[in-house]
């Protein structure tokens, strides 16, 4: 089964950096919308970032000027590099991929077929 499969979490303090990676064999992801989305505990998922097939990537408010999303296609891997983590921050990540049709350009879930298992970020002092 196609999976995208996510890494990079852990624990790190406020104003700390991670670097989530999400690779997907079978699946090239330069031929999709990639996103990362999170839930934190007793919240809803949102999305985070995306960089899709065409046009610009996206980024949620919350998260604009700290976080960087790319593809090392090379690699078959998209990164999300997070600066400045604040408590807030602090969730389970999942990488998403999908068609040209999704609404990952502007936050959304909609078209986003394949989803990973999640990695825990726990941003605490």
């Known amino acids: 089964q196609l999976q995208p499969v996510e890494s990079g979490g852990g624990l790190v303090q406020p104003g700390g950096s991670l670097r989530l990676s999400c690779v997907a064999s079978?699946?090239?992801?330069?031929?999709?919308?990639i996103g990362w989305y999170r839930q934190a505990p007793g919240k809803e998922r949102e999305g985070v970032s995306c960089i899709p097939i065409e046009g610009q990537t996206y980024y949620a408010e919350s998260v604009k000027g700290r976080f960087t999303i790319s593809r090392d296609n090379a690699k078959n891997t998209v990164y999300l590099q997070m600066n400045n983590l604040k408590p807030d921050d602090t969730a389970v990540y999942y990488c998403a991929v999908g068609s040209a049709r999704s609404m990952c350009f502007i936050g959304g879930s909609y078209g986003m077929d394949y989803w990973g298992k999640g990695t825990l970020v726990t941003v605490s002092s």
């Open positions: 079978g699946l090239p992801l330069d031929s999709y919308d």
